[in-house]
């Protein structure tokens, strides 16, 4: 069950952390358009963001927290705990309003709208097959004015111990390799290692990384027999 007003991290940091709930989700879509501008999801357009979005906070595979500075959403960090079937369902469950919510991206671009709609319902999370109980990280955003403050790293943070707590004992997560540098430094600092690089579509080459939750596990385990 999701306490979406339960305080992950905070209020120390500056910023609290709580699991997201539906009053977040035009916050959300807004600063992943900023955050991510240009990519394919963004220019799906708003609706879909939101219909996906919706899906992340709603699923019970879903994990969705959002960063809170004073009244705003200064972030927002999204995965799952079922890489393998997450979007398949969803897609599924809710095909109509995915389909109405991207229809005029279809129409502007059939073909390769068509074609990423096809391959979001095969998509499995690109789990390396060598890992069990991982989650996936889908992806994190911080308002283009709140960066370089730590939140990012709060929001990490806080999801790794949510994959924690749901049974996961890995998250894994892909991102682009080439002219990407920031953000893979953000990842590496954030205790991720490169698990490998794969070729996703022609000349776009993706690192994936990997963070082990023993260390979660084993605070976890302390602080139980310590109480
Ligand atoms: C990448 C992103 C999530 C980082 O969030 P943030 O809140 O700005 O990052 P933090 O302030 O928590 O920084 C944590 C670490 O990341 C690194 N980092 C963050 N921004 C950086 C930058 N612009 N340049 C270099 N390193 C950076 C820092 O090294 C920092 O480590 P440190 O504490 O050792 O200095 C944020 O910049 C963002 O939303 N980018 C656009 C969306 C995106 O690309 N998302 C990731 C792909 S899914």
Redesign the pocket.
Same mark, same amino acid.
């Given at each position: 069950m999701r306490a979406s007003d339960e305080t992950l991290i905070g209020p120390d940091s500056g910023t609290r952390v709580v699991c997201a709930n539906l009053s977040h989700l035009d916050a959300i879509v807004q600063i992943h358009q900023a955050? *991510?501008e240009g990519f394919f999801l963004e220019s799906l357009g708003s609706r879909f963001l939101k219909e996906l979005y919706h899906g992340f906070i709603s699923h019970p595979s879903g994990i969705c927290l959002v960063a809170i500075d004073g009244m705003d959403v200064a !972030?927002f960090v999204t995965g799952t705990t079922q890489p393998e079937g997450f979007f398949r369902q969803l897609l599924r469950r809710r095909w109509y309003a995915f389909v109405l919510a991207g229809a005029a991206a279809l129409t502007r671009h059939p073909i390769r709208v068509g074609a990423k709609f096809l391959s979001a319902l095969r998509y499995r999370g690109e789990r390396p097959t060598d890992l069990t109980n991982a989650s996936l990280l889908s992806?994190?955003?911080?308002a283009p004015s709140?960066?370089?403050? !730590?939140?990012?790293?709060?929001l990490i943070s806080a999801f790794c111990e949510k994959a924690q707590e749901a049974g996961a004992s890995t998250v894994f997560?892909t991102?682009d390799r080439d002219k990407n540098g920031?953000?893979n430094? *953000?990842y590496i600092?954030?205790g991720f290692k490169l698990h490998n690089t794969f070729l996703k579509e022609r000349n776009r080459w993706m690192n994936l990384y990997t963070r082990s939750l023993i260390d979660i596990q084993l605070r976890m385990t302390a602080t139980k027999h310590n109480t």
């Open positions: 955050a *991510f !972030g992806s994190i955003g911080i709140a960066r370089g403050k !730590g939140i990012g790293r709060n997560l991102t920031t953000v430094h *953000f600092s954030n």
